[in-house]
């Protein structure tokens, strides 16, 4: 057996190589599809791919129960029910004027003064006559008294013959004219009384007072203006202040013919003011007035204030609510109200979608009183926050959402 060489053995490497591209290109392949892959899922997780969803939104206030229980809305303007313009009841020129425009005043408060000379000078006249009314008086009782002495020392003499008919009747004349000398004295003093009264009256009308506890709303004179009760010219003034008393405002409102069933004396009331907006007013029906506006098919109708207040002041924007029923005392507070509809619930919790930066983000919530068809929040959200209105069933946490209408 002839010898065999192995060193001349060789293996065609040839056939068995494989191009290199070959094996690269599912390598590559496997590289981008994992790479894909991952992209994807950092999207998904970053919740970039979501679809979106059309969602409509409420934004997050402060609301009142009272909301929930009101049957009727109306406007009107905050009226004072006593309000007088004050003037003097004779024409002088002011010398003094005491109060100014927000100024309280109590009755019988020196308002302002006219000029008192001529006031002055009838009054010390009429005390003058007074006292000589009341000389002549005591004058004529004097002469009374001595007739009457003179009278009955006649009768004594008549009596017993030492005087004549024709002397004694001479003697009861002059009694009578003495009689009725005083009498007309007594009638004297009375009328310079009177007379002096009056001049104490016109004297006092000089001072120019506040007919009731009010305050001062407009000040319409100064000093060295004539005022007058007529105001007849142009340069003369007829009040010198109007004032108004606080303690009767209320407010007036029309009502529709058509809403006036739905309006009743005693029926409570919430009343908010433009000037006042965080502010809410307790108040009752006093009065619906028994006349109808043809104009306006309306009737007037006054809302009494059950809450005073140093801040409300007549002639200011009112809008009052008209209530089914009185507000409690813990529903006066406001409070974060929702539509039920915004509340889901998740898991056995309840929560709101809060719409930020075009997402809608799953917020937990703690739910309160239900008011109708409100419930309170009392956690969770913060009042400008925006929430999905009617959240759908499907809708999650992270979700893109286009708001409709924007």
């Known amino acids: 057996m002839p010898e065999i060489d192995l060193s001349k053995l060789k293996i065609d490497k040839s056939e068995l190589a494989v191009p290199s591209a070959k094996l690269a290109r599912p390598r590559w392949w496997l590289v981008a599809a994992a790479l894909i892959f991952l992209g994807m899922a950092l999207l998904f997780g970053k919740k970039i791919l979501l679809p979106t969803w059309q969602v409509e939104v409420t934004t997050i206030s402060e609301s009142y129960p009272s909301q929930a229980l009101t049957v009727l809305t109306a406007s009107g303007y905050v009226v004072a029910q006593r309000r007088a313009a004050v003037s003097s009841k004779i024409t002088g020129r002011l010398v003094s004027v005491a109060v100014e425009e927000g100024s309280r005043v109590v009755k019988g408060q020196v308002i302002a003064r006219l000029d008192e000379a001529d006031a002055v000078s009838a009054l010390n006249q009429a005390k003058a006559n007074l006292r000589v009314a009341r000389f002549n008086l005591e004058q004529a009782r004097a002469e009374l008294s001595e007739t009457a002495r003179v009278l009955n020392r006649s009768e004594q003499m008549l009596s017993r013959g030492f005087l004549s008919q024709a002397d004694y009747d001479a003697v009861k004349a002059r009694y009578q004219k003495a009689s009725a000398a005083a009498s007309a004295a007594e009638a004297a003093v009375e ?7 009056g001049a104490k009256i016109s004297f006092d009308h000089t001072f120019i007072r506040a007919p009731f506890d009010a305050v001062v709303l407009t000040k319409n004179a100064d000093i060295g203006d004539v005022v007058t009760p007529l105001g007849a010219a142009a340069n003369i003034k007829a009040a010198v202040v109007t004032i108004a008393d606080l303690g009767s405002l209320q407010v007036e409102v029309d009502i529709s013919e058509s809403n006036l069933e ?10 908010q003011l433009d000037a006042l907006p965080r502010a809410r007013f307790r108040g009752v029906v006093h009065m ?3 006349t109808v506006d043809r104009a306006k098919a309306a009737i007037m109708v006054k809302i009494r204030f059950l809450d005073q207040d140093s801040r409300i002041l007549p002639d200011m924007s009112a809008k009052v609510n008209f209530l089914s029923r009185p507000l409690r005392d813990e529903e006066r507070r406001p409070r974060i109200l929702l539509s039920q509809s915004a509340v889901v619930s998740r898991q056995g919790k309840k929560a709101v979608f809060v719409v930020r930066d075009g997402r809608a983000i799953e ?9 109708a068809d409100l419930v309170e929040v009392a956690s969770g959200v913060a009042v400008g926050d925006r929430v999905v209105a009617r959240p759908d069933e499907k809708l999650r946490d992270g979700a893109r959402v286009k708001i409709l209408g924007e």
């Not at 917020?363 to 008011?371: C, I, M």
């Open 191 to 197: 009328a310079q009384r009177a007379a002096f009264e």
């Open 262 to 271: 739905k309006v009743n004396i005693g029926q409570a009331c919430e009343i």
């Open 288 to 290: 619906i007035v028994p």
């Open 363 to 371: 917020r937990p919530v703690t739910v309160g009183s239900r008011f």
